[in-house]
């Protein structure tokens, strides 16, 4: 029982110190070879300041980054399910923050 005790001390302490990854993105109906913004401004970190942005569009398409703003454009229709996971100056690691993404021709 000590390790469930220890495991659960742990979370409740990480969990109120990890990064929180947000993003909005615009436009809202995105188009086929229309770029889209994806603005990730509201994440930040409890502790220190976010270092790195990293990006999973749902096409294959990826992106490690200190930019908290970036663009991509989706080459086909379909239905997308954007990730975004946030690095802080600590080395800790947000938890994935998804966006389902609609692409309309």
């Known amino acids: 029982t000590w390790i469930v005790s ?3 001390m ?3 302490v990480l969990s109120t110190t990890m990064p929180k990854a947000v993003f909005t993105y615009s436009p ?3 188009k086929v070879n229309q770029t889209v913004e994806f603005n990730a401004t509201a994440s930040y970190a409890v502790r220190g300041d976010i270092s790195w942005y990293s990006w999973n569009f749902g096409d294959n398409q990826g992106l490690v980054t200190s930019d908290p703003t970036v663009n991509h454009t ?3 229709t379909g ?3 954007v990730l975004l996971s946030v690095t802080d100056s600590h080395g800790l690691i947000s938890s994935p923050y ?3 993404i609609e ?3």
């Open 103 to 105: 692409v309309v021709a």
């Open 98 to 100: 998804s966006v389902p």
């Open 28 to 30: 809202s109906d995105p």
């Open 6 to 8: 220890w495991t659960l």
């Open 74 to 76: 989706y080459t086909a």
């Open 79 to 81: 239905h997308y399910t």
């Open 10 to 12: 742990l979370t409740l």
